[in-house]
């Protein structure tokens, strides 16, 4: 099965929400690939998170409000 992959810049673009915000709301989400990687000096980190389509609308079903 092939899922549409989006970048956090993606997922903040399509729900108008800063990408901060879309990186802690994935980071540690099941389904969630996080590439990651070191700097040769220092402590600093890198990761990118390809956030598969159906993780996408799971996370945001969850957090929404419905009307009442």
Sequence with gaps: ???????VWEVATLYSIKSDLVRRLFIDEPGVIVIQKHR??????YRTL???ESVMHR???RMTVGAA
């Design 50 to 52: 390809l956030i598969p």
């Design 59 to 61: 996370v945001f079903a």
């Design 1 to 7: 099965m092939h899922e549409k992959l989006y970048r």
């Design 40 to 45: 040769r000096r220092g402590p600093r980190i």
